[in-house]
């Protein structure tokens, strides 16, 4: 059997979760010539909302309305993070045109370009973050001025109780009651994709409103599990909206997500549109350095080998999950070109002995350390290659969950690869 012609490219970027997206589109959307490869994503574990910095200092559990002041403060008091070698003017180029991306791909964003916003979670509790769903942004005004509000839950769909919501913001919120749906037209157990897919018809968000509108009395707006369609949930909302006289919004539901499948939707079209080569659900199965300095990569699937051949490599394979990193007995590996894994000395150092110490755990801030320009380096402090470039949470040194700055680490730092990159090519 021929073996088939290497696959050329530009650039290669290995992950398919939020910086390994980011940075093909990034890098696509710049006339770089991009190929994709990754397996494992936890995108549609996401909630749609988009974390700049909610919390510092993370022991202190301070949370910061003002996310600059937060990253200007942690770039002083931890300047090995990876914010700290960025610009305020770099990390707000990132994160604005990834989300004019996602508007463009008919997923909208809102946010307050000078602070965090307020918003529901799924739990009744409220969450700060800063990039907000436009199928969102209402239920947070609704909040903000405590307006007359109905939450509605389907009966039989797991992960969203309007009851709980109200059960634990009735206190806060005096002009707030709940109700249940019931939906004769999935039989059986709700899943959210089944309703999501359901609403994208026209006929059953008709249906859905006629349930509505006698639910409303003198409520000014309506929240619901953010089941409103997989595509252009917003024009569904405003269809809805038309129908029962008061505003729509819906509240993120319990992972894995409509809100994740979205975002996944939204940014696969917009490297598709853009020219990006994907081999998902593929792995790197080899790498090698030609002379030239090229990346020489095997990558496969069951009985399916190809090799790409590129000029750079953006690695973004996330950390355990992803399987960026793992985990042996004695210590933590990078699984693709065995780079250094910033961690503790000893196993017995990864984790507190208190799960909810305020310390946090030494093992949610190990990864592979770079220089300013996001190249790993190797044993001894020197650069590991010039044309390789790290993205993401397998980052060291960014305790991100706690922080509540993953997607923004990921954005941004896929985009400082990526500039990185271009300068190098110069």
Same mark, same amino acid.
């Given at each position: ?66 996310p ?68 969102? !942004? ?34 806060? !919120?005096?002009? $707030?009651?709940?109700s ?18 359901q ?13 509505? *509108?006698?639910?409303?009395?003198h ?30 919004f ?10 994740g ?8 079209? !917009? ?18 350095v ?58 017995k ?12 755990h ?14 790993? $380096?190797?044993?001894?402090g ?17 305790? !991100? ?17 990526? *500039?990185?990159?271009? *300068?190098?090519?110069?």
């Amino acid at each position: 059997m021929k073996t088939p012609e290497p696959i050329q490219c530009d650039l290669l970027v290995i992950g398919a979760g939020m910086a390994g997206m980011a940075a093909a589109g990034f890098a696509a959307v710049r006339g770089i010539s991009t190929v994709q490869v990754g397996t494992t994503s936890a995108i549609i574990y996401a909630s749609g909302l988009l974390d700049l910095m909610g919390v510092h200092p993370v022991g202190d559990r301070l949370f910061r309305t003002d996310p600059w002041a937060a990253i200007a403060s942690l770039s002083k008091d931890q300047p090995d993070h990876p914010y700290a070698c960025l610009s305020p003017q770099d990390i707000e180029a990132a994160f604005g045109e990834f989300i004019t991306h996602l508007n463009e791909a008919g997923l909208p964003y809102c946010r307050q370009i000078a602070q965090n916003t307020e918003v529901l979670t799924p739990t009744g509790t409220i969450k700060l973050t800063y990039g907000v769903p436009q199928s969102m !942004w209402v239920g947070a005004k609704a909040w903000q001025n405590k307006w007359p509000c109905l939450l509605v839950d389907f009966k039989g769909l797991m992960g969203f109780s309007a009851r709980q919501i109200y059960e634990t913001l009735k206190d806060q !919120w005096p002009d $707030l009651r709940y109700s249940h749906i019931e939906w004769p037209e999935i039989q059986g157990e709700l899943y959210a994709e089944h309703l999501a897919l359901q609403f994208q018809l026209s006929k059953y968000r008709n249906r859905l409103a006629e349930i509505l *509108k006698p639910m409303i009395f003198h409520e000014k707006a309506v929240g619901m599990p953010a089941v409103l369609g997989i595509k252009a949930s917003s024009s569904i909302i405003v269809d809805i909206e038309k129908i029962i006289g008061c505003r729509v919004f819906e509240i993120p539901t319990l992972p894995p997500s409509i809100t994740g499948i979205r975002l996944r939707e939204a940014m696969a079209q !917009w490297l598709s549109e853009n020219g990006v080569r994907t081999f998902y659900q593929m792995k790197v199965l080899q790498v090698q350095v030609a002379k030239s300095g090229d990346f020489v990569l095997y990558i496969g699937q069951d009985d399916t080998e190809l090799t790409v051949r590129a000029k750079a490599v953006v690695l973004a394979s996330g950390r355990f999950i992803g399987q960026g990193l793992k985990a042996g007995r004695s210590k933590i590996r990078e699984t693709i070109f065995d780079l250094p894994v910033c961690q503790p000395y000893s196993r017995k150092e990864w984790y507190q002995p208190d799960f909810l110490d305020p310390r946090g755990h030494a093992i949610n801030c190990c990864g592979i350390t770079t220089d300013d320009a996001f190249r790993p $380096l190797d044993k001894d402090g020197c650069i590991f290659h010039p044309r390789l470039f790290v993205a993401g949470s397998i980052l060291a040194h960014a305790d !991100w969950m706690r922080m509540k700055c993953g997607s923004g680490l990921s954005i941004v730092t896929a985009y400082a690869a990526v *500039k990185a990159y271009l *300068k190098y090519k110069e």
